[in-house]
């Protein structure tokens, strides 16, 4: 009963904050009228200052029949008025009594269309945040949304596009404000069919507060897509090629309209994606018992990648009345993607004598479609800032994937020796979910807000996997066939209040999640069902020492439910001896979170220091089967980590022509735990380097030249990856009246962005050596058109704060 008690209370909270009237009897209606040629001037920007100085007390925004209106103490006041095409406006002193009429005058420098010119910071460093701005960088064109984070300041992404942030794996990804809903696999998939050209920021957030979802030990990456923000009838047409070993060819535009009460946008970006990855893997096998080589295995694959996605965009924003708005958006990710991996592999004993060889051809086709879309309503509940929003989203990833494997065995006299093993594969899966939330903000007098809200979602995934196998000239079911059925529904309640006082800054928050599972393996009828009831406390402190020093302290808990994909027993397979698969048997992961920051100047010098202890760490391994001479990779809470971390950062533009970045993190991650009932004792000690210089030219040109390295780590608690590098340059133009933009660039110059892996653990010794397509040369041509452009931003985000990152395809 305590859970439901502590939902009731939660509720009550929230109930009486909404329902409560915060206004002080002793305040005033202080409203007016803003005209312009005897007409009302709509969407004025309103500022109530004090009588002294620019200090800002209050914001509004005028309505169609031009009025305004402000809840204040009956002190003096000046009024401040901003609207698109008119001269500023101030007011004399004045006091609160009758209404106030306002007229404009219209600017001597009205323009029939505004471009925005201004060249904005690569990376900006805020107090809870990281942002980077991708249009900054004349490097990310031609590039995917993956490898734009591998350049972000303290982002590391892996081999298999698994992406850790200082140190850290476990970050949840989201698209404007909604996470992805996908496996880290399909998260890696999934950027990789996002162009660059469709992304505008990357927000960083290490350590999130009680109103996101507590998923994700690592943080949150919050990646911001284009979206429509002028007045008037505005868009962009672009196109870019890249060329590298294959070709890359991405074509994009989008449409915004914003009038009156009306906002709508809409988008298309097509991206037609050609690669290759070449692996060589080496693998001594031992015995269990005796550790003695039985097998020596080494393994060739060079895998050909064809990605085709399409991905549109649409939103509709609707101003109800003057405090309240309504709207919808969508969005559908539809990729066809085609693999085709022929792989040959020497099988040798422990004296290196060639016993055999086994060639096989793999054939993957997959067509993922990922459709998500939201509702949303929003309003002022008075003049002091009250606002009640509420979301409904639904989700839907569905994919079908179809494998084709043919492997040939051949001994020394180069004849198959046997049968080869034909196998096909049909393997479709439908993830549904259904997400609501409503949040409540509720200002203080004297800086102050508190914040409460509930969420409710509701998750429906059946993956079937049917594998048929050639014998005899007859098709037979597979063992690997297996229906995976899984249902989640997570609840949530949080408060989270903020306080400011002079010099010093606080903020509290407390979330509570209730997690319901239950997995349903229908060919082996083996089921599961969980509940888990947590707590998630969030605290932050700031104290200004300076104008110019800023030092904070945060602490956090969370949680990172295993990936959907992850709990289905599916086989995954390169070949006949090499193969990933699921694991039902996975348990959530909790990690408690300390960090201390320092900021001076805005940002120009950062430094953080962080502490996180996570428990049930969830962790790729790799086993080894000696007998079948199988390895495959896998998903198991085997240890403990404790990570260590410290970060530090400076931005500074050098002079009118040069700014520079650079970042640098240094961690240690300690694992401990058991590993096939042998005591796992690894820890090491890593740090990352990212460098970004810009130069900014007259007559509309800029260059960049960046770069990142990441030293020797730890990987999958069981392996080391050796350093990994690169280094990009790029320049742009300004053309057509700074309208249009042209953008040449080169990444990773010295084709250095190779993959090195040794592991020796246990009964398996391995080397890995991957490389791929990436030293690629791009040049991109975008145009944009604007006519009466008034910076007005579309309100993102949406009842889902989780669940995207966890579905697989």
Not at 371 to 398: C, F, H, M, P, Q
Not at 693 to 709: C, D, H, I, T, V
Not at 795 to 808: F, I, L, M, P, Y
Request: glycine share 6%.
């Amino acid at each position: 009963m305590s859970k439901y008690f502590t939902l009731s209370f939660l509720f009550s909270i929230l109930f009486f904050a909404v329902t409560a009237n915060p206004a002080s009897p002793k305040e005033t209606l202080i409203g007016g009228t803003i005209m312009a040629n005897n007409k009302p001037v709509n969407g004025a920007v309103v500022y109530l200052l004090k009588d002294t100085g620019n200090s800002i007390v209050k914001t509004t925004i005028s309505d169609n029949d031009g009025k305004f209106s402000f809840m204040y103490l009956p002190e003096k006041f000046r009024i401040k008025v901003n609207a698109l095409g008119y001269n500023d406006y101030i007011s004399e002193v004045k006091t609160p009594g009758s209404e106030i009429s306002i007229k404009l005058t219209a600017s001597e420098n009205i323009m029939s269309s505004v471009t925005v010119v201004s060249q904005r910071k690569l990376v900006e460093v805020k107090t809870d945040k990281t942002v980077i701005n991708v249009d900054a960088s004349p490097t990310n064109i031609g590039t995917t949304a993956l490898e734009v984070l591998e350049k972000a300041p303290g982002v590391v992404v892996d081999k298999d596009g698994n992406i850790s942030m200082l140190g850290k794996a476990g970050v949840i990804i989201m698209i404007d404000g909604k996470p992805t809903y996908m496996s880290s696999a399909d998260v890696s998939n999934y950027l990789k069919s996002l162009s660059s050209n469709q992304l505008d920021q990357i927000e960083l957030i290490t350590q999130p507060s009680a109103k996101f979802d507590a998923a994700g030990n690592a943080g949150i990456i919050n990646i911001k897509t284009k979206n429509n923000k002028p007045m008037g009838t505005n868009g962009t047409v672009g196109a870019t090629y890249s060329q590298g070993v294959n070709r890359r060819l991405a074509l994009n535009g989008s449409l915004g309209y914003r009038k009156g009460k009306l906002n709508l946008f809409g988008s298309v970006n097509v991206f037609d994606n050609m690669s290759f990855n070449k692996i060589e893997l080496s693998r001594n096998i031992r015995n269990v018992n005796t550790k003695d080589i039985v097998s020596v295995l080494d393994q060739s694959t060079t895998m050909g990648v064809h990605v085709k996605p399409f991905n549109t965009k649409f939103s509709l924003d609707y101003l109800a009345s003057k405090n309240s708005s309504l709207g919808m958006s969508f969005s559908g990710n539809f990729n066809d993607n085609f693999f085709t991996l022929p792989t040959r592999m020497e099988v040798s004993n422990a004296s290196g004598v060639l016993q055999g060889v086994y060639n096989s051809n793999t054939q993957n086709a997959m067509r993922v479609s990922n459709i998500i879309g939201n509702l949303y309503w929003k309003t002022k509940l008075d003049t002091t800032g009250r606002e009640l929003t509420a979301d409904l989203d639904y989700i839907r990833n569905s994919s079908d994937f179809n494998q084709d494997m043919s492997s040939y065995y051949y001994p020394q006299m180069n004849n198959p020796a046997e049968a080869p093993y034909i196998l096909k594969g049909i393997n479709p899966s439908v993830i549904n979910v259904y997400s609501a939330k409503v949040d409540y903000v509720h200002p203080f007098k004297k800086e102050g807000k508190l914040e409460a809200g509930l969420k409710a979602s509701f998750v429906e995934t059946d993956n079937n996997s049917a594998f048929k196998v050639l014998k005899n000239n007859n098709w037979e079911v597979d063992p690997r066939s297996n229906e995976f059925i899984y249902n989640e529904n997570i609840y949530a309640a949080y408060v989270n209040g903020s306080k400011q006082w002079k010099k010093w800054g606080a903020q509290l928050g407390l979330r509570l999640e209730n997690t319901i599972m239950k997995g349903n393996q229908v060919t082996t009828q083996q089921q599961f069902d969980r509940n888990l009831l947590q707590l998630f406390p969030t605290a932050f402190v700031s104290y200004k020492a300076t104008d110019l020093s800023t030092f904070t302290v945060n602490f956090g808990r969370r949680i990172d439910r295993p990936n959907y994909r992850d709990l289905n027993p599916f086989q995954l397979l390169l070949n006949p001896f090499t193969y990933n698969q699921g694991n039902p048997n996975l348990r959530p992961q909790f990690t408690n979170n300390a960090e201390l920051g320092y900021s001076y100047k805005n940002g120009m010098i950062t430094a953080k220091l962080g502490y996180s202890k996570t428990t049930d760490i969830i962790t790729d391994v790799i086993r080894a089967n000696d007998v079948e001479k199988v390895t495959y990779q896998t998903r198991e809470n085997i240890a403990s980590r404790d990570n260590i971390n410290l970060s530090l950062g400076y931005n500074k533009s050098i002079n009118s022509v040069i700014t520079t970045g650079l970042f640098a993190n240094i961690y240690q991650n300690k694992y401990k735990g058991l590993f096939n009932n042998e005591p796992l004792d690894e820890q090491y000690t890593s740090f990352s380097l990212n460098m970004n210089n810009q130069f900014k030219f007259k007559k509309g040109w800029s260059a960049e030249l960046s770069g990142f390295y990441n030293h020797r780590n730890l990987l999958l608690a069981q392996a080391f990856i050796e350093p990994i590098w690169q280094m990009g340059f790029g320049i742009s133009k300004q053309v057509f009246n700074n309208k249009g933009t042209i953008r040449l660039s080169a990444r990773d110059i010295f084709f250095s962005q190779k993959v090195r892996i040794n592991q020796q653990f246990q009964n398996l010794d391995s080397r890995f050596q991957q490389y791929s397509d990436t030293r690629h040369v791009a040049l991109s041509f975008t145009f944009r058109f604007a006519k009466n452009a008034s910076n007005v931003v579309r309100r993102t985000g949406g009842a889902s704060q989780e669940e995207q990152n966890r579905v697989g395809n």
